[in-house]
């Protein structure tokens, strides 16, 4: 198989004794088998590898092959909003918050009728979500033109950077933040994301991952997430290997270096 390399393509169903023949995918089922995703912990468990940094680096070259380059922007309603990912520490809480990660949040949320009760619904689409240096207008402008498409009405609250953007190329719809008083309002979608993620980060992988590495945490969040009303497993993993076919082959020593370098500017801890 072309691109990246995958042992586990090929690896035996007897892992502890690595015999040979009866060859499976077995650790791309059993990855996608949890709906949460799985950390190189219990990845290394469930398959009794002898070494945590093959499960980790599995898992890595996984996450890389989340993501389609030529995936369709988000359209309709978008709301769009920011988020800081970290630890609890002294200071300034939200924007401005010293030693933490910005990412950047975009999900569809609009109405809908059902065509047979004529009732009408709030619906959630696809996802986005993208570390981001700052909360400048230019940041911004750069994340939403390269994931909504032109003309869509674009949800945001009433942050000043926002203004410059919007206005131009899309439907801006400003959002008070006090008026949120539930699903029906404000920016209940991307807000339901970003609880989503940190709940993620908190119980699967124990808030134990390094900075430079989120985006591929948040590629594969977002995979699962637009895919959550798939029943098939099969789909997902053809998916997977579809990108693999297309993506360029990585060795497990170069994934330690090639990273996002929004993600490796906050590692460093330069933001702060």
């Not at 009794?48 to 995936?71: E, F, H, M, P």
């Not at 933490?100 to 975009?106: F, H, L």
């Not at 696809?126 to 032109?150: G, K, M, P, W």
Request: hydrophobic fraction near 35%; include cysteine.
């Amino acid at each position: 198989m072309g691109g990246v390399s995958f042992p586990f393509l090929r690896w035996p169903i007897d892992c502890r004794k690595q015999s040979i023949g009866g060859y499976t995918a077995y650790p791309l089922n059993t990855t996608f088998n949890h709906n949460s995703g799985v950390s190189a912990v219990n990845l290394q468990e469930l398959l009794g590898l002898g070494s945590y940094n093959t499960a980790w680096a599995w898992l890595q070259k996984i996450r890389r092959c989340t993501v389609r380059k030529d995936r369709g922007k988000l359209s309709h309603r978008v709301e769009v909003d920011e988020f800081v990912i970290g630890g609890k520490k002294p200071g300034k809480r939200g924007r401005g918050a010293d030693g933490k990660t910005i990412v950047y949040v975009a999900v569809e949320r609009y109405l809908k009728q059902n065509p047979e009760t004529s009732e009408v619904y709030w619906k959630m689409g696809r996802a986005r979500l993208q570390v981001a240096l700052d909360y400048s207008s230019y940041s911004l402008e750069t994340f939403i033109n390269h994931n909504v498409e032109i003309g869509s009405i674009v949800a945001t609250d009433k942050w000043s950077s926002y203004q410059p953007i919007v206005n131009t190329r899309y439907n801006h719809e400003v959002i008070n933040q006090l008026d949120q008083k539930g699903p029906e309002s404000g920016l209940y979608g991307a807000h339901l994301i970003v609880s989503l993620v940190k709940r993620l980060i908190r119980s699967t992988f124990q808030g134990r991952l390094e900075p430079k590495y989120l985006q591929n945490y948040l590629d594969e969040y977002v995979f699962r997430f637009n895919r959550r009303k798939s029943k098939s497993i099969g789909k997902k993993f053809m998916r997977i290997v579809q990108q693999v076919v297309k993506s360029c082959k990585i060795s497990n020593k170069e994934i330690q270096f090639d990273l996002n370098p929004i993600s490796e500017y906050f590692s460093l801890g330069l933001s702060g």
